[in-house]
């Protein structure tokens, strides 16, 4: 059963680079008509690619798919309360171990000079995520449309983005981006979906979608509430 399991993955991988390598090396061979010098470090880091996209995904589909599976059926017989706090704090900490989120607050905080602390941003992003998997909760138990919390979501972002300061407009949409990484999306999906099928039953388990929608948008409004802070107290 493992074995079949791991060989599935391992196929689900290849089906998903060989699209790129393949266009890289059509590039490489019709339009430059050369072979790169480093040749023999690009095909290893291909290989290890490869090797590291496999076991990050077997290891998602043996465990943190199936223990957010878990974790959400038994939410379902908790009280309400207690679901909404746990899925925040759920939230606030699967940033910390999403790769993507450090790569990019690193570079934030590089490109301005340290201006802007990774710390903040860090915090601010899941400050983002735990709101995010709050109004998630809140919809489920509430059954309500997606576009009661996308539409003015993204209204609020529309005026945040008229009065905040221009440089912090692309890294609060990227701040988005990021979150929505595999740890995030392999770990609270499977949460907020099993935690819909809990409390109805399997065919209401497409409320738990949007929850990597709400993910993405959250981020982006506390990221130029942040804009506008910083430059508020720049002001005074």
Known sequence: MIIMSAAEAFLEVIEAI?????????????????????????????????????????????????????????????????????????????????????????????????YIKSNLMILSIALGVGLALL????????????????????????????ISPKDFIPIAFDSGAVATGPVVVTFVLPIMTSLAMGLNDDNFGFLGLGTVGLVAMFPIIIMLFLGILIKRSETK
Request: proline letters at 5%; glycine letters at 8%; zero cysteines.
């Open 135 to 162: 109004f998630s909760v809140l919809r489920i138990y509430l059954n309500l449309p997606l576009s009661l919390i996308i539409i003015p979501g993204y209204l609020l972002i529309i005026i945040l983005v008229l």
């Open 18 to 114: 060989a699209p790129v390598l393949i266009l890289f090396f059509i590039f490489q061979v019709l339009i430059l008509k050369k072979v790169p010098k480093n040749i023999g470090d690009l095909i290893s880091g291909i290989f290890m690619t490869i090797i590291g996209f496999f076991f990050f995904f077997f290891g998602a589909k043996i465990s943190l798919i199936p223990m957010g599976n878990h974790i959400g059926t038994f939410l379902s017989s908790l009280d309400y309360f207690w679901v909404i706090i746990f899925s925040f704090i759920v939230g606030v900490f699967a940033i910390l171990a999403e790769p993507a989120v450090n790569v990019f607050v690193y570079e934030v905080e590089k490109v301005s000079s340290g």
